[in-house]
Structure formats: C-alpha cells, structure tokens
C-alpha cells in the first residue's frame, strides 16, 4: 500500500487537475463547444483514474488489517457516500432494488455484529492466556533473579580463588627470579674460583720453577765456594753443568691438557659457527665439511713451519749470549712459550686462504671469500703452533679419502653408513701425540660413495679459485714473517 500510495503522491495528480481547471475557467469563454466539452471529458478522464487508484489504496489496506479492522469505516462513511453516488447516478433504480439492498445491508449488519461477538470472545481469551503467560514469565523471572544470585556468588568465589592463585603465582615468580639470580651469583662465584684454580695453580708452577732455580744457584753457590779453596790448576777445569727444568718443562702438563681442551673447543664451538656461516652461501653441506677439514689441516701445516723457523730464528739469536745451567735448544723453547704473542698469526691465515683458493677439492661461490673462516682459521692457528712447544709435540694425524675406517682414530658421524669401510671424506681431523690418539677424529663413511663421486668428478671439471694478481699482491704485503719481528731486545 505504502508503495502505491507514493507513486499517487509522486504524480501529483490533483495539482494536476487543479491547473487543468484554472486553465479551462480561464479560457471558457474563448473555447467552442466542442473543446469545452473535450476538456471536461478530459476532466472527468483524469478524476477516474485518481478514483481507481484510490480505490486500489483502500482495497490493499482493507487486507492489510486484521479480519475485523475497517467495518466501521467501511458501515458509516463509505458504503452510504457509495449509495448516495448510486442513488444520484441512477435515479432510475425501483423501490425493489432499494428494498433489496436495503436487506442486504441489514443482513450484513448482522454478520458484522456476530464477527464483532467472535472477535470480542477471542480476545477475551487471549487476555486470559496473555494474563497467564505473564505469570508464568513472572514466576521465570524470579528463578532467573535467584540464578543470578547465585552465580554472583560463584563469581566473586571464583574471583577470590583466582586473586589468591594469581597471588601465589606471582610470588613463586618473584621466587624463581630470586632463585635464577642466586644461580647467576653462584655460577659467577665458581668462574672466579675456577680463575683462582688457575692462577694457583700457575703460581704453584711458579714457586716450583723459583725454588729449582734457588736450588741450582745455591749449588751453584756451594760449588764455587769449594772450588776456590781447590789449587789454582783447579780453576781451568771445565765447569760442572747441572740439568735445570725450564719454565716450558714444568708448566708441560697444564699447557698439554688447556690445549687438548681447546681442541676439543674448536671442534664443538667454532667449527659449528664456521659451518652455520657457510651454508648460508653453500647448500651442500658435504663441501661445507670438506673446506672446513681442510682449513683445519691447512692452518696446522702452516704453523708447524712457522714454528720450526721462528724457533731457528731465536736459536740463532740466543747463541750469541746464551749462558746457564739448560741447554740451547731448551732455552729456545723456554722463550718461544714465554713470547707467545710474538707469533704473526695473520701471515699464517693469509697463506691458508691462498692455499685455499687454489686448492682443486673445494669450491666456493665468487661473491664471498674464505675469509669468512677467517675465525676458525685464526684459532687453529693459534692452538697449532703452541701445541708445537709441548714435549712431545701434538699433531693432526695423517687423513685421505678413500681409506679404511679406523675406529681408534675417527668417529662416524650421524649421517654415515655403520657398515661402510671406506672413508668417504672426513670432518674433523684426529689429534695425535706421536702414534697415541689424544681427540678423536670425525668421518663419513658410505659404501659406494667414492666410486660415484670420482665419476662425477671426472665427467664435470673442477671448480676451483685462485688468487687474482691483486689479490696475492695483497697478501704478500700484509706478510710478515714472526722471526723477522725478532730482535736482541726482545730476549
């Protein structure tokens, strides 16, 4: 109804035809006829189709109320207007005819009333189902106000359970905090105690290596004491030589077992960072392994020569003003372990990466540098050529692919066959004190794997790099050989 009564709105159909009658009052006198009686046929057109479309609005609201809504309207104000239009429309109806409506209408009068009646009885009854519902909602709303109560109650219980369990969270927080520091405190104190150890232990070497020493001279003392009171012939004998431990033979112990440690370090700390950095630029992790080995027994080759020539280097200085009770070559080591920071160990990892980078085993992409192992190579170094001044010497023992397992001397690794015999490549090298294993090596070992891998390698050449004429240029120039750095001052 609302969208037929807007579109009678929307055509605004009597202005319409209020200007339609303005213009033909005004112009009644001008027009014929004819027109005038075109107009008010065109007048009368107009005004039936405003009639049905109201009609069609009364109609569409008629069915949109309920069955007993509009009877009144419909009894007293339209169905007389619709008789007097009739009655005034057609003056020729009979007495009969109005007679008959008239029945009509007092028949339907009477059904109205008895719908009235009906209508009347049921809504009585749906009061009185109203009026019982509304208890019962009565009585449900008092079962849920007492439902509300209680579970106000539980809640506030609950609330206070909760405060109390957040309470003693919070407290065995504080507790594991207080406890995580007295750890701290604890693990801080035994460092320091482990420092202490140490430095008693470097000052019992200490003691022991003064006492000898005060122990020789007052020999030494006795000796000459005796000697003058002795004939003069006497004093062109040769003097008598007493064999005194040096510093480097009495701290051998400890500085085998800090180095034999700091192997096994450089196996479980540095080679892993050194392969975690690789396999950023390198997928395979085999070749990963492979250039990892051999900066390890590059770095030792390289300072075992190092070694042997800065030991050269400082025999040949010390003989020129060497006395004492030790000999030459004991005292040549002696200063080697007290100078250990005159060790060049930058020339030796310039000359393992240029190793490297011609060495045809390995590869590596164009845009990185060996020198990203320059850490690992560095330490290696370092532990390499102090292992070189223990008596005996600490080596890397002797490894090359293809050979059979030893199990005295190399540990498999996670990802090998347990059965293989062969060494495909290995890992980590094993450190040897003359033909006693000390730290065992790593390998892998695969049945198969190095027939296929040198088919492979002979089908596809080589990848390897070797240093650009700059490159080398700029090694040799940082080069400096340790014995060179040597002079009189220093001894």
Known sequence: MADTLRRLTNTSSFSVLQDKLENWYRDYHVFSCDQNLNKCCELIELTAKVQGQLFTILNITATEGDHYDGIETLKTRFLPW????????????????????????????????????????????????????????????AELMDAQKELSDTKSKSTTTLLATED????????????????????????????????????????????TQKAILQERLVKSCSQSSLPRFSHSSSPLKCDSPTRAQLTNSSRHARLVSRFS?????????????????????????????????????????TYHQFKLQVRKTLSKSHFG??????????????????????????????????????????????????????ETCRVAFAMQTLDPPLDLAFASDGELFNGTKYRRSFDSEFTAPVVIYHVWPALVEGNTVVVK???????????????????????????????????????????????????
């Open 441 to 491: 090596g790593e390998a892998v070992t695969k049945r198969g794997g190095l027939w296929s891998r040198s088919r492979s390698r002979s089908s596809s050449p080589l990848r390897s790099r070797s240093l650009s004429p700059a490159r080398s240029v700029r090694f040799n120039g940082k080069r400096s050989l340790s014995p060179k750095r040597l002079t009189a001052s220093h001894l």
């Open 325 to 378: 009770p030790e000999n030459l070559e004991d005292a040549a080591v002696d200063y080697i372990v007290r100078n250990l920071d005159l060790y060049d160990v930058q020339s030796n990892v310039n000359d393992v990466i240029s190793a490297m980078n011609g060495n045809p085993q390995i590869s590596f992409p164009l845009e990185v540098d060996f020198s990203l192992i320059s850490p690992l190579i560095r």
């Open 168 to 211: 003693e969270i919070l407290q065995l927080k504080a507790d594991l905090h207080s406890a995580n520091e007295q750890v701290e405190i604890y693990k801080r104190k035994l460092e320091t105690l482990d420092d202490y150890e140490r430095q008693v232990r470097l000052l019992k070497d200490e003691v022991s290596y003064l006492n």
């Open 265 to 305: 370090d450089l196996y479980t700390v540095e080679r892993l960072e050194a392969q975690n950095l690789l396999q950023r630029y390198i997928p395979d992790l085999e070749m990963v392994q492979r250039i990892i080995f051999i900066a390890a027994t590059e770095s030792f080759q390289r300072a075992k020569l």
């Open 82 to 141: 619709l008789g007097n239009c009739f009655s005034f429309s057609k003056p020729s109806v009979t007495d009969d005819t109005s007679l008959q409506l008239i029945q009509d209408s007092a028949e339907k009068d009477r059904k109205i009333r008895e719908l009235s009646f009906s209508h009347e009885s049921d809504m009585k009854k749906m009061e009185v189902q109203l009026s019982s519902t509304r208890l019962q909602l009565e009585s449900v709303t």
